[in-house]
């Protein structure tokens, strides 16, 4: 089937890692005690929280209490903030195709992809504060 939607698994996993840090503030979560919660490889995530990290999503603490904390409030970390440390930036495209084919005629699908992108875009602006 096909996904109109495309988020990969890595981000996927970056949002509910950082969903999970928000119900603990304060309390670091080791990688494998998160791994294990999330149900998820503790070896891909470790990646994430490196991805996390560099954008300063989170932020490591070290010693035998340590693991991942948030890096700023939850109300200044967006959903698009996230998807992007571990995506880049996103894309939205008018067509389906890599080459646009409809020409001058307009879209045969119409403004659903506007329309699509839009609500995308609007769903991924709410911070974690929100969700």
């Given at each position: 089937m096909v996904r109109i939607l495309n988020i990969s698994e890595g981000s996927t996993i970056a949002m509910h890692a950082a969903l999970l840090l928000s119900k603990?503030?304060?309390?670091?979560?080791?990688?494998?005690?998160?791994?294990?919660?999330?149900?998820?490889?503790?070896a891909h995530l470790s990646k994430v929280f490196q991805?996390?990290?560099?954008?300063?999503?989170?932020h490591a603490v070290r010693g035998p209490k340590g693991g991942y904390l948030l890096g700023r409030p939850l109300s200044e970390i967006r959903l698009l903030d996230i998807l992007e440390a571990v995506e880049g930036p996103m894309k939205l495209s008018g067509c389906l195709m890599k080459t646009p084919r409809c020409g001058n005629d307009g879209c045969m699908l119409g403004g659903l992809l506007g329309n699509i992108n839009t609500q995308v875009l609007q769903h991924f602006e709410k911070r974690l504060s929100e969700v």
């Open positions: 603990g503030p304060g309390k670091p979560i080791t990688t494998n005690d998160a791994a294990e919660t999330l149900k998820v490889s503790a991805r996390l990290a560099k954008a300063g999503i989170v």
